[in-house]
T-cell receptor
Framework: ETGVTQSPTHLIKTRGQQVTLRCSSQ?????VSWYQQALGQGPQFIFQ???????GRGNFPPRFSGLQFPNYSSELNVNALELDDSALYLC???????????FGSGTRLTVV | AQSVSQHNHHVILSEAASLELGCNYS??????LFWYVQYPGQHLQLLLK????DPLVKGIKGFEAEFIKSKFSFNLRKPSVQWSDTAEYFC??????????????WGLGTSLAVNP
């Protein structure tokens, strides 16, 4: 148990569908980041939220969007799913913005 | 653009052997450096981190890393590996800036297999 909980753990979706992934962080962790990890690759930064505002974004299209809530939970939404979106999606939170993140176990998304 | 390079993609060692995994980054300013480990079927865990101060950092499970600023390196070491160290190891960097610069930039990872 890391203190960062992600749900669901596994998910299968059809191409073109929309998906929402959820993350619950530790109390006081004002920064949350989302990462995509393809098989055999390192995590790729999607975006980061600090105090409910997006303050950084990686090279992902606008169909990847997110929200952070006052209760330290957050969401990653992906619209118009593509086969290449199949990956492990990781949520990581930190009490500050310096990068000492705690990671959740991830959501394994499969797009068929 | 900032990047992180891990030199070894796959490493195979016998128990009790010494380990050194290379990590180099490209960024001329202040950096925060991390090593994460991902055991089979488990989540990413922080092994150690460097923000400032003593460039030799000690982490969990007997791991240490040395920040050499002149070489833009942050190599991970362990004097004697165990079978339970079999895992994927990732080097990551954040730059000391606001907003987007706080993102973790990752290496591709090194897969370590320790034979008993």
């Amino acid at each position: 148990e890391t203190g960062v909980t992600q749900s669901p753990t596994h998910l299968i979706k059809t191409r073109g569908q929309q998906v929402t992934l959820r993350c619950s962080s530790q109390s006081g962790h004002n920064t949350v980041s989302w990462y995509q990890q393809a098989l055999g690759q390192g995590p790729q930064f999607i975006f980061q939220y600090y105090r409910e505002e997006e303050n950084g974004r990686g090279n992902f299209p606008p169909r990847f969007s997110g929200l952070q809530f006052p209760n330290y939970s957050s969401e990653l939404n992906v619209n118009a799913l593509e086969l290449d979106d199949s990956a492990l999606y990781l949520c990581a939170s930190s009490p500050d913005r310096a990068g000492g993140y705690t990671f959740g176990s991830g959501t394994r998304l499969t797009v068929v | 653009a900032q990047s992180v390079s891990q030199h070894n993609h796959h490493v195979i060692l016998s128990e009790a052997a010494s380990l050194e995994l290379g990590c180099n980054y490209s960024y001329g300013g202040t950096v925060n450096l991390f090593w994460y480990v991902q055991y089979p079927g488990q989540h990413l865990q922080l092994l150690l981190k460097y923000f400032s101060g003593d460039p030799l950092v000690k982490g969990i499970k007997g791991f240490e890393a040395e920040f050499i600023k002149s070489k833009f390196s942050f190599n991970l070491r362990k004097p004697s590996v165990q079978w339970s160290d079999t895992a994927e190891y990732f080097c990551a960097v954040t730059t000391d800036g606001a907003g987007n610069n706080r993102k973790l930039i990752w290496g591709l990872g090194t897969s370590l297999a320790v034979n008993p």
